[in-house]
């Protein structure tokens, strides 16, 4: 089975190459220095695990580099969805299967628009992990997960395929019949304590270390909470004393990719997460006061990076 790895930033890199470690056939699609150092030297993935490189060799620019495959990881950034899809059409099969490891909530149906003839899984990544230097990832926190499963909630043997070589490649890995409620729960947690991170940003520990500012993350959840109860998605309701003593096991310094896209002068995922849950909330009536002023301060940063990356160099 082929993998081919759409996105090599923190996620698809880590779990990338823990495929090809493990002596799965993985492409990886990257860009700009980070895919030339890769080219040249591998890449290095220090993870708490260890530290091991996959050679050169299996690194392009563009997913026809590969030639067909059988599977996608799909780890684009989301406001790079529609544009990525459209360049897997000739690659993938009415056998193929896109797995979205993306941040949000729709990215699945998004896909499956553009790509009609694959089956598109939706996908939750549980892991800390980045680019620190070109062609190396390296992953903290020592937490890594994967939760997919078709989002028809059909499981077939395609999926169980997956998820056997996904846990032969040492990834805890789950393999769920209803998939968009794990999208929900990791969406109520991102949206939320990750863009707490960039807006003002503080680690995960000092913003649990001060009750004001917790307090603001936990009325964030439970706005987007709310919104998934009132589309008939069927989270648990929040429990904050849970969630404060499994924020506690997380490395203290810990912040989202957001943050980090945030000081490197990047693009933001506001759109599909807090943007998301403004424009939701209007539509079907759900008050989202928090998440309105993180939207609002954070919208211009991404707006700003997204005009200067259009611009050529």
Known sequence: MRFLVFGTGGVGGFFGAKLAHAGND????????????????????RSTEGEFVIPPGKMTDVPQGSGPVDVV????????????????????????????LQNGVDNEEKISRIIPHARVYGGVAYVSARITAPGEITETGGFHRIVFG??????????????????????KCDLREKVLNDLWNKFVFITSMGSFTAVSRLTQGEII???????AVFRAMHEVEA???K????????????????????????????????????????????????????????PTP?????????????????RLRQIPS
């Open 290 to 306: 928090v998440h309105n002023v993180i939207y609002a301060a954070l919208l211009p940063y991404h707006l700003k990076h997204l």
């Open 209 to 215: 270390a001060q009750p004001e500012t917790i307090s």
């Open 150 to 171: 078709p989002m028809d909630g059909a499981i077939d043997e395609r999926s169980r395929e997956i998820h056997r070589l996904l846990v032969g490649a040492g990834i």
């Open 73 to 100: 990881l799909f780890c684009v950034k989301s406001y790079d969805t529609e544009t990525a899809a459209q360049q897997l059409v000739a690659v993938l099969d009415k056998n193929s299967v896109v797995l979205s």
């Open 227 to 229: 919104l998934a109860w």
């Open 231 to 286: 589309q008939g998605v069927d989270i648990e309701p929040l429990n904050e004393a849970k969630m404060l003593e499994n924020l506690k096991r997380f490395d203290p310094d810990t912040r989202s990719s957001m943050y980090y896209d945030l000081v490197a002068q990047n693009p933001l995922e506001v759109e599909a997460l807090n943007g998301t849950v403004v424009r939701l909330g209007k539509e079907v009536g759900v």
């Open 26 to 45: 993985v492409w990886f699609v990257a860009r700009g220095e980070h895919l030339r150092a890769m080219k040249s030297g591998g890449l290095r993935v």
